[in-house]
Every structure is written in structure tokens, then in C-alpha cells.
């Protein structure tokens, strides 16, 4: 991707999920990044017990090697919020130039519907 929040697409026809599940999807990781920012912040309160052993130590010192893989991940979460709204917006603000799931710039190209389940066999990935 060119940047942080930049989606850059190649000009031409594109098929792809609808903008609003997209929108739902950035919603959805924005959630989760604060749900878990929220739980990071309650570990760290099991770091305030008055708690001296070697256990204890231990523990404090497992639990700052979570936090600091815990952070690393919100932040992961928060650049994969910004990019996915980022492509939520194009879409919204190129309708034109999404094609159909049935068609296909192949004209020899069948296309068949997936299975309700979920599965691959019957046709390609569809969102």
C-alpha cells in the first residue's frame, strides 16, 4: 500500500466486498483493540499487589513481557483499523467501478455460487 490509510488501487474493474461490511469490519477491529487496551489496563493492575517472593517476581516479570506483546498488538489492530476504513471509504467513493461476483472479464469463465456452508468446491471466493 502507498501509506498508512492510502489505499491505492490499479484503475480498471474490480470485484470485492461490499463497502458497508467493510465499514462493519473496521467497526468490529476497533472494537477489539479496545477491548483488549481495556484488559492490558486491568493486568497492570496485578502488578500494584503487595506480592513479594520469587513467584512474585517471576510473574511481574512474565506479565511485563505480555504487556509489551500486548501493545505491540494493539498496534497492529489500530493500523489494520486505519487501513481497512481507509478501503471502506474508496469503495463507498468508487460504486462505478465494482463488478458483479457473476461476472468475469474472462467470457470462456464459468461461474458457479458457493455451497451455503462456506466451503471453496462449486466456485471462486466470494465475500
Do not use: H
Not at 500500500?1 to 462493519?24: D, I, K, S, T
Not at 510473574?59 to 487501513?83: G, P
Not at 469463465?109 to 451455503?116: E, H, I, K, L, T
Amino acid at each position: 500500500m502507498a501509506g498508512e490509510g492510502a489505499f491505492q488501487a490499479a484503475a480498471g474493474p474490480r470485484f470485492g466486498p461490499a463497502p458497508e461490511a467493510v465499514a462493519a469490519m473496521a467497526l468490529r477491529l476497533a472494537g477489539i483493540c479496545q477491548e483488549m487496551a481495556s484488559l492490558r489496563l486491568q493486568l497492570a493492575q496485578v502488578t500494584l499487589v503487595n506480592w513479594k517472593s520469587p513467584a512474585a517476581a517471576a510473574f511481574r516479570e512474565e506479565l511485563a513481557e505480555r504487556d509489551v506483546a500486548m501493545t505491540a498488538a494493539i498496534r497492529a489492530i489500530e493500523r489494520a483499523v486505519t487501513e481497512v476504513d481507509a478501503y471502506g471509504r474508496f469503495l463507498s467513493s468508487n460504486p462505478g467501478n465494482l463488478i458483479a461476483p457473476t461476472e468475469c472479464l474472462n467470457p470462456a469463465f464459468q461461474w458457479q455460487p458457493r455451497p451455503a456452508y462456506g466451503g471453496t468446491a462449486g466456485g471462486p471466493f466470494q465475500w
